[in-house]
């Protein structure tokens, strides 16, 4: 059974930093797109960033280029963003979300394209 488990959210001040991790088990990770969602209260999720195993393209949206950084490792199992320089406009629940196997995605996917989800992990920013 494929599994998706986050962890690392909390609460920060502006400007400071959290790292969430994405541990993924019952599926072929080296195969998959492993992505990154938020949805803040009241609004639609959203894309935040996603990495291709395959062969490691990644994808930002525009609202965290240069703050958030997408990685992967396929030792662990185990996707991690690093989120810097947070905001108050960060805070959301981030959810990490696997789909289109064999296929490098050039931007970043929609989430009725992913196939499998994990629960999802609050962050919270105050300024």
């Known amino acids: 059974e494929a599994q998706l488990v986050e962890s690392g959210g909390g609460m920060v001040q502006a400007g400071g930093s959290l790292r969430l991790s994405c541990a993924a088990s019952?599926?072929?990770?080296?195969?998959?797109?492993i992505a990154w969602f938020r949805q803040a209260p009241g609004k639609e999720r959203e894309g935040v960033s996603s990495?291709?195993?395959?062969?490691?393209?990644?994808v930002y949206a525009e609202s965290v280029k240069g703050r958030f950084t997408i990685s992967s490792d396929s030792a662990k199992n185990t996707v991690y963003l690093q989120m810097n320089s947070l905001t108050a406009e960060d805070t959301a629940v981030y959810y990490c979300a696997a789909g289109y196997p064999l296929i490098i995605i050039t931007s970043l996917p929609l989430a009725r394209g992913m196939d499998y989800w994990g629960n999802g992990t609050l962050v919270t920013v105050s300024s």
């Open positions: 019952g599926f072929d990770f080296d195969d998959y797109a």
């Open positions: 990495i291709s195993n395959s062969d490691g393209r990644v």
